[in-house]
């Protein structure tokens, strides 16, 4: 197949593959935990000066280690509750119809953890100057000291619920988000599977009184395609063999229709039958180069199927040595729902990290459609 540059249609820079589900989940704890540890990391540091400032009117002031030593205990011990807070603020969220009880739950729990806190933070504290100071004096009394930082304690309690609601709705919203594009998806299922049946049985009436025998041959071959459709329409995605298998099953009908006005060659890597795609996402290609760049013309021609593996990339192929994109040809290419459910399914499963393109072959007698996309394993 000769290559020119791609018309883009729809272009992204790549991504990285897909991780297994425990590697992924392993990953996300880490990055939850590098990000508290972070976060109190820098409230230790910016509230550093204040301590320092503050113990200068103790008979035993603090020098500027000892400083951030008293913080570095008093918000890593935070780090270690926040875990727990962030769990109970998603497991009694503050919404209807339990926003009352919520409410006073999380009031009576406020309470509680910020207890903890200070008995845990007395004992560090006890540790703290055992090994590091000789002696100290707070510069307040110390009830005065543990009723302020009790206080505080129930307000970094109540931030850190406020976080876990904000990432409960958020949660919640990508969930909804990700629920639309499945049900958009099915709607386009829904779609294009009568379409494809309809354009397919148009043809095959046509043969009826023409020659019953080839028309006989093609419902047969209908009804395996179909059976063998219902059996992978559950699946979300399926491996390109699979996806090949089908087209071949169709590219049979097809033959039987056009006889020798069709041709098809095969160009697929061995390396890419086990990669991933989405289900069905080849048929309509191939549909409309066989309708809008076979069909048309009474000399019939070819089509070419490649699929290669480049890098971390799966580029896949269909070209035609048809009419080419004439401005009917073009217009049902763009506005079609062959077309229109590859991009909404290439977007569905790859956000922006793909590339669907289609150009004219040289000359302008043909269309290349080309897609690119990550290359991910296929469940066996």
Not at 59 to 88: C, D, H, I, K
Not at 205 to 216: G, I, Q, W, Y
Not at 246 to 264: D, S
Request: glycine residues 6%; aromatic residues 8%; positive net charge.
């Amino acid at each position: 197949m000769k290559k020119n540059p791609p018309s883009l249609i729809s272009t992204a820079p790549p991504d990285e593959s897909s991780m297994p589900a425990a590697s992924a989940k392993t990953a996300r704890r880490v990055r939850s935990g590098a990000a508290i540890f972070l976060c109190w990391t820098f409230l230790a540091l910016i509230f550093m000066p204040q301590t320092y400032l503050s113990n200068l009117r103790s008979p035993t002031p603090l020098g500027w280690r000892e400083a951030w030593l008293a913080n570095s205990v008093l918000f890593y011990l935070w780090a270690a509750f926040t875990p727990l807070v962030l769990w109970l603020g998603k497991r009694f969220l503050i919404e209807q119809p339990r926003l009352l009880r919520n409410l006073a739950i999380h009031f009576g729990l406020s309470f509680a953890v910020a207890g903890a806190h200070l008995f845990t933070l007395q004992q560090a504290n006890r540790l703290i100057v055992g090994l590091f100071l000789t002696e100290y004096v707070p510069p307040v009394p110390v009830l005065a000291l543990a009723v302020g930082m009790g206080a505080t304690n129930v307000m970094l309690y109540w931030g850190i619920v406020g976080v876990s609601q904000a990432l409960a709705y958020f949660r919640r919203a990508k969930d909804r988000e990700v629920s639309l594009a499945r049900a958009q998806l099915q709607a386009i299922q829904t779609q294009l599977h009568p379409h494809f049946l309809f354009n397919t049985l148009n043809a095959i009436s046509e043969l009826v009184h023409e020659d019953a025998a080839r028309a006989e041959r093609s419902i047969t071959q209908l009804s395996d395609l179909l059976r063998n459709s219902l059996q992978t329409d559950a699946a979300d995605a399926i491996t390109l063999k699979e996806e090949l298998d089908f087209l071949k099953k169709y590219v049979e009908i097809q033959q039987t229709l056009l006889e020798e006005r069709l041709g098809v060659e095969w160009r697929v890597a061995p390396e890419t039958l086990d990669a991933e795609l989405p289900n069905l996402l080849l048929q309509p290609l191939l549909e409309n180069a066989i309708r809008h760049g076979i069909a048309p013309k009474a000399a019939g021609g070819k089509i070419e199927i490649g699929a290669a593996r480049v890098g971390d990339r799966l580029v896949v192929s269909i070209a035609d040595d048809g009419v080419g994109i004439g401005a009917p040809v073009e217009r049902n290419i763009r506005e079609g729902i062959g077309l229109k459910s590859v991009r909404t399914r290439l977007r569905h499963f790859y956000g922006e990290a793909f590339r669907f393109s289609l150009k004219d072959a040289p000359g302008g007698s043909g269309l290349a459609v080309e897609i690119v996309i990550p290359f991910r394993e296929g469940a066996s």
